[in-house]
Each structure stands twice: as C-alpha cells, then as structure tokens.
C-alpha cells in the first residue's frame, strides 16, 4: 500500500492511541500472573497482537474486546509450547518472550519476520546461558532468531551491552521467578534506553514485583522467589505515537488538540515536546485536560544537539523537524538507532535527502542542516513503522506528492494513523 501526501495544515482534536511499549509489558506479565488480568486502553496494533498469540502459545487465555483485553494467567508456571512462537515484528515480544522461555520446563522455539530474523539476540542469550538457561541460536554464524530456549534459570550476576533495553528487561522480568533466596543482578554496559528498563519495572510493580536499579542505571538486581499478581490497569497514551501528529501540527499551519496524554508517565519520548519547545515551537501544556495544544507554522531554529541515549524511537519524527527548522541540527549517541526495525539513521538521511534535505552522518551521530525546501519523492519505508509515518508527515509541508511505499506497516504501533490525520485535515491518500 502507498500512502500520498501533499501539503496541507490539521485543525481540531487528536486522540493518540495506547502505548505500545506498555501494552506488551502488560500482556506478558499477565501470562505469568496468578489469576485474571483486565487491560485498559491496550495498543491493538501488530505487536500487541504479537504479545497476544506468544502468550497464548505460552498457555494463557486472551480475551481481545474493544478497549478492554483481559489475560488468564499461568502463574509462573509455563509448560513447553506445542507450536512455534512467532513474535512477528515485534523486537519488544521477542526480547521479553526469549527471556520468559528460560522459565520453560522443556524448551521453546521463537523467530519473527525477516526484520527480527536480522536483529541480533545474542548478547541476551548470553547472559540468560550464563544464569543457567539452556539458548541455542538454529543458524550457524548468526547471532539472530530462530532461537531454541528453555529452563531452568537460578541466580548470579550477567552482563549484558547498553544499547538495547529490551535485552535487559528480558531477563529482569522472568528473574522475579527463580528460586526464594536467589538473586539476579545484571551489570549493564554504556547504559542506553533506560527510561524503557524503568517502563519495565514500573510494570513489574503494578503486578506485585519488585525489582531495583542503581541510580547511575549501571545496575539492575530482582529477587527470586516473588509471585506475578493479576491486577486492572491502564495503559498511557502512546508518546512515541504522539511524536507523529505532534511534527505534523507544529511543522504545518495548524491549531491542532492532541489529547489522551500522561505528563507523569515514564516514557522517555515525551522529552520530544521539550526539544521542538526549545526549536521555538508555540506548544502549551494543558496537564489537567492531559492535552497538548499547538499552533503550528512558525518556522523552528535549529542549533541545537540532542543526545538521543533515552528516545531512539524519536529519530524520525525529530530528523523531519530538523529537516524543516531553519540551522544544523546535530543529533548524537544514535548507535542504538541503527538496530531497530532498520537502520533509521542510515534510512532517514537516505529518504530526507531524496526530498532536497542537506543531510551528514557517522556512526554514532546525524548532523541535518535544515531550512533547505523539501520536495515530494519515492518512499522507502523500509518495512520501518515509524519511517513510514514520519515520512508522510514531511509530506505535509514538501512540495509536490510524498509517495510512501509499503505504508501500511504504521499499523505496528499506530493503526489508523492515517485515517486519523485525514479526519484532522491532513491531504493522505491510500491506495
């Protein structure tokens, strides 16, 4: 599917789906749960269904109602898997479910899409081999899914490389359930991402966990012997969705209302509306209303450097608003971005320099000289969930058409994305 973009401005009132990041969490600690889980607000996009099926694979009973999904728990207790666990595109359900199936009494097999079967897991089935889980990677040389994983995991200390948070909330999650007066602790290298392991903690609470983390995030221990509890909750809007609307409205001559937002909630992509502030954007807090209003047209100076270490999801929202801003924009510690559902600081220059965008980058940083006008052109979206969408939003104030190939991969985290911005105003086109 294409989506086409042209220029338009947005007016009225946006509501931001669940988080995604939330959703999974929630689902998967309601399969180790003792009892019957009720999710509020859960992300029905394509990794919160992926969290749904490796949870049902993993002997839990979902139940998937408009705006409500509730998930009968196996209280810790998950038996061998009769079928394949497929966490389709999911880097999220992949890292978490790799973890959990160190609990498995027998083993488990998981793999994804071609995305997650280039995305490497070995350092996480390091650590979990070095805890006492038994990890095999099925392709000699490959340090990727399809991956064999089974119990049974004990206490003792791992190490595992910053860059990616999902691996060390994969084995923090499960740890909760080794054996009483044992203790896992998990010695974290160049700490990235770790408003994300904090999200995992926060979640790990709410169903009756403890886990703890040093205050420099070098460190993470929990305790065994712990029980999952099920519990109602709510899940936030999705700040990493609202990145997307946001850019749009401030980048476009646009009144625009985003609501259904927690100004406490610990994601990390919320610090977006602070950076395009500081960029000269006309954005106002409304924190009992938990509401954003802005007012877009203004052009946004640059000169600024943003350190990325906590919101590598924001790249291509933010590289597009760089792309619009007047002045060089230098984005840093972006390793971590080239590993997600593709390379998006390699992807993102690639794209935006197609549309007349002056773009420098290096391995860990993303200079974008902004100002220059920007043109419609042929999209890649990579299979990239959030290239796609932020491409289309650069489509709102190029010239000419932004056509966006293989579109409908926002679906991951935003379903209906596009429907919604029609409903703004934006100038979208499926076809």
């Known amino acids: 599917m294409y989506a086409i973009s042209g220029r338009s401005s947005l007016s009225g009132t946006i509501t931001v789906p669940g988080s995604k990041s939330q959703t999974i969490r929630a689902v998967l600690m309601g399969l180790l749960a003792e009892g019957t889980s009720v999710i509020h607000n859960p992300l029905p996009g394509n990794d919160g269904l992926s969290a749904c099926r490796a949870a049902e694979v993993l002997g839990a009973s979902v139940l998937r109602n408009d705006g409500i999904w509730t998930v009968a728990g196996k209280g810790g207790r998950l038996d061998p898997p009769e079928h394949i666990i497929d966490t389709g595109n999911s880097g999220t359900t992949t ?5 959990l199936c160190s609990l498995v009494n027998g083993y488990a097999v998981i793999t994804g899409d071609e995305q997650i079967r280039r995305r490497p897991v070995r350092p996480e089935l390091d650590a979990l081999r070095s805890l006492g889980a038994f990890c095999l990677i099925t392709r000699p040389g490959s340090d990727c899914p399809p991956v064999v994983v089974g119990g049974h995991l004990h206490g003792g200390t791992c190490r595992l490389p910053g860059y990616n948070s999902q691996h060390v909330s994969g084995v ?35 169903y009756g966990v403890t886990a703890r983390a040093s205050e420099d995030c070098r460190s993470y221990r929990v305790c065994g012997g ?34 259904g937002l927690d100004f406490d909630d610990p994601q990390g992509d919320k610090r977006i509306v602070e950076i395009l502030i500081s960029m000269g954007a ?22 600024i450097r943003i350190d990325m270490n906590d919101i590598p999801d924001a790249l291509p929202a933010l590289a ?6 007047c002045g060089e924009t230098e984005f840093t510690t972006l390793a971590h971005v080239r590993v997600k559902e593709s390379d998006r600081v390699a992807v993102m220059c690639g794209e935006l320099t197609k549309c007349g965008a002056d773009i420098e980058i290096t391995s860990d940083t993303m200079t974008v000289h902004g100002g220059h006008p920007l043109h419609g052109a042929l999209i890649d979206s990579h299979g990239d969930h959030r ?20 579109a409908e991969c926002a679906s991951v985290s935003f379903p209906g994305v596009y429907e919604v911005m029609k409903s703004a105003g934006a100038d979208i086109t499926l076809n």
């Not at 890292?95 to 973890?99: C, D, I, L, Q, R």
């Not at 006309?282 to 000169?303: E, Q």
């Open 95 to 99: 890292s978490f479910v790799t973890g």
């Open 172 to 206: 923090l999650v499960p740890g909760a359930l080794i054996p009483a007066g044992e203790e896992i602790r998990i010695e974290v290298d160049d700490p990235r991402e770790s408003s994300y392991i904090q999200m995992t903690i926060d979640w790990m609470k709410k």
């Open 226 to 259: 712990q029980t999952y509890r099920a519990c109602e909750t709510w899940v936030s809007g999705d700040w990493s969705g609202v990145a997307f609307p946001l850019v749009a409205a401030v980048c476009t001559d646009s009144t625009v209302v985003i609501r």
């Open 282 to 303: 006309d954005i106002v807090k409304n924190l009992p209303d938990h509401s954003l209003v802005i007012r877009g047209g203004k052009r946004l100076a640059g000169n």
């Open 320 to 325: 597009v608003a760089a792309a619009y801003a």
């Open 387 to 406: 290239v796609a969408m932020a491409m289309t939003v650069c489509g709102l104030f190029a010239d000419g058409q932004m056509r966006i190939q293989n």
